[in-house]
C-alpha cells in the first residue's frame, strides 16, 4: 500500500494561467493548470489502488489583481474561493500569512463554510482555541488513517498590522506540533504536518541558509520524532526531499508546481520508505471546469484593470532591475514622491520587489499599478535618528558585492535560500553613498540631506512601508514604537490618485545614490 500526498501553496489568487500583465509575459502558471495535474495523479493513484491526500497549503486569498478586486470591489464573491478549491476536492487546507492581510474578519468570512480548513496554532485570546478551522483532522482510506495537522508560521506580527491580528495569539508551531503528534500518534498510521512557512535550515546539513528567526521552523519540524511527512510554502521554493526518511516538498509559487510525496507502507500500515517530488504545471492544460468557473469574474477585473489612469512620461519603464537599483530610476523615485506626499515627510524608501515589475509605460492604467506595486501595504512614518537612518543605508548595503574583476554583482544572500529583493530599499530624499570596497557594515561613507551631512543625533520622519516598519527584512533598526503616525490606505491606490491628481508626472533619473567600486 502506499499513501500519497499532494499539495499546492502559495496561489496567492492566481486562478487563471494569466499573470495579468499585457503584453503577458509569463502563462506557465496558475491554480487550472494545477487543478489538471491534481486530477490526473489522484486517478492515477486511485486507479493503482493506493490511497491520495490532497493539500492545499495556504495563501490562496491574496496576492493577485482577482484578489483585490474581490476584497474591494465585490465582496459579496468571496465565495468563489470555495467554490474553486471544492472543484479539487482537497482533504484539508491552511492558513497562510498573506490571509491576514485583509484582516481577521475577512478571513473569518471566507472561510466561514470551509470545514476541512485546519489551524492548530493561531489562537483567540479569550477562547484560547483556534480563531477558525481546527487543529487536525483524521482520514481513514482503504483501512489507513492518516492525520493531519495544520500550522502556519508565528512570525506574522512581526509583518502584520495590529489591527488585523487583534486578539489573536500566535503559539509556535514546533511546540504546538509537539503537543498534537503526542494526541495523534496513538490513533493513526501515517501523520502528516502540513505547515505554511519554509526552511531557515540547509536540510542535509542544517547549517544556517538565512538569519535564523521563527518565520521558517521546517527544519525543527521534520526533527520531531512521530512525523511520516512535512508539506511546506511560504518562501515560494522549489524543494523536493528526504531528510532521515521522511520526505517534504514546497511547490513553487502560483500554482507553477504541484507537491508528490509517495509513502510506502508495510503490512501493518507503517512507513517504510518514502519519496519526494515536484510536479510542473505549465505544459499542463487548464482544467476547463475550473475555467468557467471563474472565467465571468476573470473578464470583470480585467475589465477593471483596463481603466486609465492618467501619464507618466517616457522614462519609466524598467528594463535592467539590476541597474534600476544600482542606481535608482524614475519609477522607484515615483513611488518614493507618492509616500512622502501621503504622509508629509521628506525622506522615504521603497523596493524594486521583484524582476517583475516592469516600471509605468507613459499612458497608465489600473493594471499598470496592480501589475507593479503588488503587496496591498499602507504607510508608516517612523522618528528615526540620522544614526538609524545609517544603520539602514547599511542593511541596503548589503545587497551589492564586488567580484574578483572589481565589477559590482548582486550578493547571493539575496537569492539563497529565496530571492529577498523585496529586502533591498532605495532612499529619496536624501545623497548617499555606498563604497562596496569596504567591509559590510562600513560601507555608508557620506549621507546628506539639502547638501548638508546628516546630524546622526537628529531625529527624522521617514516613510516605509507596514511591512518594513515592523523591521522586517533585519532592520532592527526600525519599529512601530518608533511610528508618529500611519496612512491606513494602500499604497497602489495612493499611486492611482497621485498620477490622476498630477496629469502631466515627469521625473528625471536620480541622482542621489553613488557607488564607489
Same mark, same amino acid.
Given at each position: 500500500?502506499?499513501?500519497?500526498?499532494?499539495?499546492?501553496?502559495?496561489?496567492?489568487?492566481?486562478?487563471?494561467?494569466?499573470?495579468?500583465?499585457?503584453?503577458?509575459?509569463?502563462?506557465?502558471?496558475?491554480?487550472?493548470?494545477?487543478?489538471?495535474?491534481?486530477?490526473?495523479?489522484?486517478?492515477?493513484?486511485?486507479?493503482?489502488?493506493?490511497?491520495?491526500?490532497?493539500?492545499?497549503?495556504?495563501?490562496?486569498?491574496?496576492?493577485?489583481?482577482?484578489?483585490?478586486?474581490?476584497?474591494?470591489?465585490?465582496?459579496?464573491?468571496?465565495?468563489?474561493?470555495?467554490?474553486?478549491?471544492?472543484?479539487?476536492?482537497?482533504?484539508?487546507?491552511?492558513?497562510?500569512?498573506?490571509?491576514?492581510?485583509?484582516?481577521?474578519?475577512?478571513?473569518?468570512?471566507?472561510?466561514?463554510?470551509?470545514?476541512?480548513?485546519?489551524?492548530?496554532?493561531?489562537?483567540?485570546?479569550?477562547?484560547?482555541?483556534?480563531?477558525?478551522?481546527?487543529?487536525?483532522?483524521?482520514?481513514?482510506?482503504?483501512?489507513?488513517?492518516?492525520?493531519?495537522?495544520?500550522? @502556519?508560521?508565528?512570525?506574522?506580527?512581526?509583518?502584520?498590522?495590529?489591527?488585523?491580528?487583534?486578539?489573536?495569539?500566535?503559539?509556535?508551531?514546533?511546540?504546538?506540533?509537539?503537543?498534537?503528534?503526542?494526541?495523534?500518534?496513538?490513533?493513526?498510521?501515517?501523520?502528516?504536518?502540513?505547515?505554511?512557512?519554509?526552511?531557515?535550515?540547509?536540510?542535509?546539513?542544517?547549517?544556517?541558509?538565512?538569519?535564523?528567526?521563527?518565520?521558517?521552523?521546517?527544519?525543527?519540524?521534520?526533527?520531531?520524532?512521530?512525523?511520516?511527512?512535512?508539506?511546506?510554502?511560504?518562501?515560494?521554493?522549489?524543494?523536493?526531499?528526504?531528510?532521515?526518511?521522511?520526505? @517534504?516538498?514546497? *511547490?513553487?509559487?502560483?500554482?507553477?508546481?504541484?507537491?508528490?510525496?509517495?509513502?510506502?507502507?508495510?503490512?501493518?500500515?507503517?512507513?517504510?520508505?518514502?519519496?519526494?517530488?515536484?510536479?510542473?504545471?505549465?505544459?499542463?492544460?487548464?482544467?476547463?471546469?475550473?475555467?468557467?468557473?471563474?472565467?465571468?469574474?476573470?473578464?470583470?477585473?480585467?475589465?477593471?484593470?483596463?481603466?486609465?489612469?492618467?501619464?507618466?512620461?517616457?522614462?519609466?519603464?524598467?528594463?535592467?532591475?539590476?541597474?534600476?537599483?544600482?542606481?535608482?530610476?524614475?519609477?522607484?523615485?515615483?513611488?518614493?514622491?507618492?509616500?512622502?506626499?501621503?504622509?508629509?515627510?521628506?525622506?522615504?524608501? @521603497?523596493?524594486?520587489?521583484?524582476?517583475?515589475?516592469?516600471?509605468?509605460?507613459?499612458?497608465?492604467?489600473?493594471?499598470?499599478?496592480?501589475?507593479?506595486?503588488?503587496? *496591498?501595504?499602507?504607510?508608516?512614518?517612523?522618528?528615526?535618528?540620522?544614526?538609524?537612518?545609517?544603520?539602514?543605508?547599511?542593511?541596503?548595503?548589503?545587497?551589492?558585492?564586488?567580484?574578483?574583476?572589481?565589477?559590482?554583482?548582486?550578493?547571493?544572500?539575496?537569492?539563497?535560500?529565496?530571492?529577498?529583493?523585496?529586502?533591498?530599499?532605495?532612499?529619496?530624499?536624501?545623497?548617499?553613498?555606498?563604497?562596496?570596497?569596504?567591509?559590510?557594515?562600513?560601507?555608508?561613507?557620506?549621507?546628506?540631506?539639502?547638501?548638508?551631512?546628516?546630524?546622526?543625533?537628529?531625529?527624522?520622519?521617514?516613510?516605509?512601508?507596514?511591512?518594513?516598519?515592523?523591521?522586517?527584512?533585519?532592520?532592527?533598526?526600525?519599529?512601530?514604537?518608533?511610528?508618529?503616525?500611519?496612512?491606513?490606505?494602500?499604497?497602489?491606490?495612493?499611486?492611482?490618485?497621485?498620477?490622476?491628481?498630477?496629469?502631466?508626472?515627469?521625473?528625471?533619473?536620480?541622482?542621489?545614490?553613488?557607488?564607489?567600486?
Amino acid at each position: 500500500m502506499q499513501v500519497s500526498i499532494l499539495s499546492t501553496s502559495d496561489v496567492h489568487g492566481y486562478i487563471r494561467a494569466d499573470d495579468f500583465r499585457r503584453p503577458l509575459l509569463n502563462n506557465q502558471l496558475g491554480f487550472t493548470r494545477a487543478a489538471t495535474v491534481i486530477a490526473a495523479q489522484q486517478k492515477q493513484i486511485t486507479d493503482s489502488g493506493n490511497v491520495v491526500v490532497t493539500i492545499e497549503n495556504g495563501d490562496f486569498i491574496q496576492g493577485s489583481p482577482l484578489t483585490n478586486y474581490i476584497q474591494k470591489i465585490v465582496p459579496e464573491q468571496t465565495d468563489m474561493y470555495q467554490k474553486l478549491t471544492d472543484a479539487v476536492s482537497y482533504d484539508v487546507r491552511i492558513l497562510g500569512n498573506h490571509e491576514f492581510n485583509f484582516g481577521r474578519e475577512y478571513i473569518e468570512k471566507v472561510f466561514s463554510d470551509t470545514d476541512n480548513l485546519l489551524n492548530a496554532n493561531i489562537l483567540d485570546t479569550q477562547t484560547q482555541e483556534p480563531f477558525v478551522g481546527q487543529p487536525y483532522k483524521i482520514i481513514e482510506r482503504k483501512g489507513v488513517k492518516i492525520g493531519v495537522i495544520g500550522l @502556519t508560521t508565528q512570525f506574522i506580527p512581526h509583518w502584520e498590522q495590529l489591527s488585523h491580528i487583534a486578539n489573536l495569539i500566535f503559539k509556535d508551531p514546533v511546540a504546538v506540533a509537539e503537543r498534537y503528534i503526542e494526541k495523534l500518534r496513538p490513533q493513526v498510521d501515517i501523520l502528516i504536518l502540513a505547515y505554511h512557512g519554509g526552511f531557515a535550515e540547509d536540510l542535509q546539513t542544517g547549517e544556517p541558509l538565512e538569519k535564523l528567526t521563527s518565520e521558517n521552523q521546517g527544519y525543527q519540524l521534520l526533527q520531531l520524532p512521530g512525523v511520516d511527512a512535512l508539506v511546506t510554502g511560504h518562501q515560494h521554493r522549489e524543494i523536493a526531499d528526504v531528510v532521515d526518511g521522511v520526505p @517534504t516538498t514546497q *511547490p513553487g509559487y502560483r500554482g507553477n508546481y504541484v507537491g508528490l510525496m509517495t509513502l510506502t507502507l508495510d503490512d501493518s500500515n507503517k512507513r517504510v520508505s518514502a519519496t519526494a517530488q515536484i510536479l510542473p504545471t505549465g505544459e499542463s492544460a487548464e482544467r476547463s471546469d475550473i475555467v468557467s468557473l471563474i472565467d465571468p469574474l476573470q473578464k470583470q477585473v480585467n475589465d477593471w484593470l483596463d481603466t486609465p489612469v492618467g501619464h507618466v512620461g517616457d522614462n519609466m519603464q524598467i528594463t535592467d532591475h539590476f541597474a534600476a537599483r544600482l542606481h535608482n530610476h524614475p519609477f522607484i523615485e515615483l513611488v518614493n514622491q507618492v509616500q512622502m506626499a501621503a504622509t508629509d515627510t521628506q525622506i522615504s524608501n @521603497t523596493a524594486l520587489f521583484n524582476n517583475e515589475v516592469r516600471g509605468l509605460t507613459d499612458a497608465v492604467t489600473q493594471r499598470d499599478i496592480m501589475t507593479n506595486y503588488i503587496f *496591498p501595504n499602507t504607510l508608516v512614518v517612523e522618528a528615526l535618528t540620522g544614526q538609524d537612518i545609517k544603520d539602514a543605508l547599511e542593511v541596503n548595503a548589503r545587497y551589492f558585492k564586488l567580484d574578483d574583476q572589481g565589477e559590482v554583482i548582486l550578493n547571493p544572500l539575496f537569492t539563497m535560500p529565496k530571492v529577498q529583493h523585496y529586502n533591498y530599499d532605495i532612499w529619496s530624499g536624501i545623497d548617499y553613498t555606498f563604497d562596496l570596497t569596504q567591509p559590510m557594515g562600513q560601507r555608508v561613507i557620506a549621507i546628506k540631506k539639502d547638501g548638508q551631512p546628516l546630524d546622526l543625533a537628529k531625529t527624522y520622519e521617514v516613510t516605509m512601508n507596514n511591512y518594513r516598519a515592523g523591521g522586517a527584512g533585519n532592520f532592527p533598526m526600525f519599529s512601530m514604537d518608533k511610528a508618529v503616525r500611519e496612512v491606513q490606505r494602500e499604497t497602489a491606490d495612493l499611486i492611482g490618485e497621485y498620477i490622476m491628481n498630477h496629469p502631466h508626472v515627469h521625473i528625471e533619473q536620480p541622482t542621489n545614490l553613488t557607488i564607489i567600486k
